[in-house]
C-alpha cells in the first residue's frame, strides 16, 4: 500500500488518480507482490489510506476487473486473479506430458479412420491440377460452394441460413469473438452462463466490455435471472452454450430456449449461440437452437472441430442480414478469411457423407466413455450427458479445489480447476470438469477414472485439509 501512495504522491502530471492507482496495484501483481487469491483492502479503507475519494478507489477496482487483473465478489470484497491466459495454461495443458493421463482438454475420441480419411484427402487434393484453394485471396466470407454445403450442414443442425448470411471462420471461437466484436465495446453490457466457455471471458478484456454471469442450473441459463437483469440493465448481449454447455454438460429444453428468445426480442438483446457441440447431439437432438426463434437477433456459431476432427478448424457463422456486412468488415481486418483448403476439406467431406459418419462414430466413442465414467465416479457426477465430451464432478467437502489438483497432478492426472469459465462476480463452484477424450486406450481410461475416484474418497494430508485452520 505505501507504494501505491507513493505512486500517487509521485505524479505531478496532473494524471487520473484511479489510473495511477490501476497502474500501482497491476505492477505489484506482475511483480509477484500480490499473488493469486489475496485480497485487496477494502474500498473504504483504502481510500482513508491513501487520501483519495472511495469512488477514485471504486473506478481503479472496476478497472482492474475489467482487465483480468482482479475479481470482485459481492459480500466478499476484491480479490487478485491471474489473467485469464494464465489461467487457462494452468488448468489446461498447452503441451502434451506423455506420462500424464490428460482429462483437462476437450477434444474428440481419437481413431485410425480419422487418419485413413485425412490422409486419402490429403493425397486426392495433391494429385488435383486445379486447386484454387490454395489461390484464394479475395472471397471473405468463403467461397460460394463451401457456404451452400455449410448451409445444408446448419439445415441438419436445426437452423435455415441462406448461404449469403454464411461466414466461413477459423473454428468456433474466431466466430464468437467477430459476433460480439460487430456488437459490444468498451462499457457495453454482455451476459452469459455464470460458468461460460473461457474464450468468452478473454475477448470481453480485449473488446474491454462488462461481461456478466446468469444464473444457471442442469437445463441451462435461467430465463427469470436473465429476464431480471434485462429489465434493469442496458444489455447489448448474451451469448450462450444451449446445447452440452462446456463445462456443466447441461442441455436447454425447447420450452426454455423459446423463453429465452422472447426474452431477448422483448429487450432488443442480441443472442450470440455457440453450438460447437450441437453435431453430437445427432437424432437425439430435443430442440432446434434458439437461433431458429431469434433469427433477426442471433448469431449462429458452430464447427467440425469438436464433432469431425479435431484439426479440422473450420467453423460457420450465421448472422442477422443487417450485419452481415459489418461482420465481414471486422473478418477482414481480423483475419481476411478462413483457410480454404479447410474449407475444401470440410465441403468434401460433409458432401461425402464422412463428417456424418465420423460424428455418428464419435457418438459412440463418447456414450461407451460416459457410461465408465458413470460407473466409476457417479457418485460425484453433477453434470453428464452421453453425447457431452466432458462431464462435471462434484469435489467432496473434504477438498479443497487447488489441493485436490495438486493431488491428482502427481498421481499423473489432469483434470480442470473452474477458475478458467467464471466470469467476473461468479461464484466459484466446488466442481472440476473432466473431459474424456484423453489420447488414451479403454483400459488406461478405466485405471484413470478409478484413481480419481480413489483420490476423491480419501482425505487429503492434514496441512491441506479443507478444515484446517
Given amino acids: 500500500m505505501r507504494n501505491w501512495k507513493e505512486a500517487l504522491v509521485a505524479d505531478h502530471g496532473g ?10 496495484i497491476a505492477t505489484d ?7 493469486d487469491g489475496d485480497r485487496l483492502p477494502p474500498q473504504r479503507l483504502l481510500a482513508a489510506e491513501l487520501g483519495i475519494s472511495v469512488q477514485t478507489v471504486t473506478n ?51 481413431t485410425e479412420l480419422h487418419d485413413r480419411y485425412w490422409r486419402q484427402t490429403c493425397a486426392e487434393l495433391a494429385a488435383e491440377h486445379e486447386q484454387p484453394w490454395i ?3 479475395r472471397p471473405i466470407a468463403g467461397f460460394e460452394h463451401h457456404r451452400e454445403v455449410g448451409a445444408r450442414w446448419l439445415a441438419g443442425l436445426g437452423l435455415t441460413v441462406e448461404p449469403r448470411d454464411l461466414l466461413l471462420t477459423n473454428g468456433t471461437s474466431q466466430a464468437i ?20 466457455d ?34 434493469n440493465e442496458r444489455v447489448t448481449a448474451l451469448v450462450c452454450t444451449p446445447n452440452l454447455n462446456n463445462p456443466t454438460s447441461s442441455l436447454m429444453p425447447d420450452s426454455r430456449r423459446r423463453e429465452i428468445a422472447e426474452i431477448a426480442r422483448r429487450y432488443g438483446v442480441f443472442v450470440i449461440e455457440d453450438d ?21 437477433l442471433s448469431f449462429y456459431c458452430t464447427s467440425l472441430t469438436k464433432s469431425v476432427l479435431t484439426g479440422l478448424r473450420l467453423g460457420y457463422l450465421a448472422m442477422p442480414r443487417r450485419l452481415a456486412l459489418r461482420t465481414e468488415s471486422i473478418f477482414r481486418v481480423n483475419s481476411w478469411m478462413a483457410a480454404p483448403l479447410l474449407g475444401e476439406i470440410a465441403t468434401r467431406w460433409i458432401e461425402r457423407g464422412r463428417a456424418a459418419e465420423l460424428v455418428n462414430l464419435q457418438r459412440n466413442l463418447i456414450a461407451g466413455r460416459q457410461a465408465a465414467v458413470t460407473a466409476e465416479l457417479g457418485d460425484y457426477l453433477r453434470g453428464n450427458h452421453p453425447a457431452s465430451l466432458s462431464a462435471w464432478l462434484e469435489v467432496p467437502e473434504h477438498w479443497e479445489l487447488d489441493a485436490l489438483q495438486h493431488e491428482l497432478r502427481e498421481r499423473g492426472i489432469a483434470l480442470t480447476l473452474p477458475d478458467p469459465f467464471l466470469p467476473p ?38 496441512h491441506e485439509f479443507r478444515g484446517a485452520r
Avoid at 29 to 35: A, N, P, S, V, Y
Avoid at 177 to 196: H, I, K, M, Q, R
Avoid at 276 to 296: F, K, M, Q
Fill in 198 to 231: 473461457h474464450g468468452v471471458i478473454g475477448t470481453a478484456q480485449v473488446l474491454g466490455f462488462k461481461l456478466q454471469g446468469v444464473d444457471a442450473d442442469r437445463h441451462g441459463l435461467d430465463p427469470e435471472h436473465f429476464e431480471d437483469l434485462c429489465g
Fill in 15 to 24: 494524471g487520473s488518480k484511479y489510473k495511477l492507482l490501476v497502474t500501482a
Fill in 425 to 462: 462476480g461468479s461464484q466459484r463452484p466446488r466442481a472440476m470438469r473432466l473431459c474424456i477424450g484423453a489420447e488414451c486406450g479403454d483400459e488406461r481410461l478405466r485405471k484413470g477414472l478409478a484413481s480419481i475416484r480413489d483420490v476423491f474418497e480419501q482425505y487429503p494430508e492434514i
Fill in 135 to 137: 489461390h484464394a485471396c
Fill in 29 to 35: 501483481i506482475e511483480r509477484g507482490e500480490l499473488k
Fill in 60 to 110: 481503479a477496482y472496476k478497472e482492474l476487473e475489467r482487465q483480468g487483473w482482479v475479481r470482485c465478489e459481492v459480500g466478499r470484497g476484491s480479490f487478485v486473479s491471474r489473467r485469464i491466459s494464465e489461467r487457462v495454461a494452468t488448468s489446461m495443458l498447452d503441451r502434451g506430458e506423455h506420462a500424464l493421463l490428460d482429462f483437462s482438454t476437450v477434444r474428440i475420441v481419437h
Fill in 276 to 296: 460447437v457441440y450441437g453435431p453430437l447431439l445427432g437424432d437425439g437432438r430435443e430442440a432446434p437452437p434458439i437461433s431458429h426463434y431469434l433469427p433477426e
Fill in 177 to 196: 469473438f467477430l459476433a460480439l466484436a460487430s456488437l459490444a465495446g468498451p462499457d457495453d453490457l454482455v451476459l452469459c452462463e455464470s460458468c461460460t
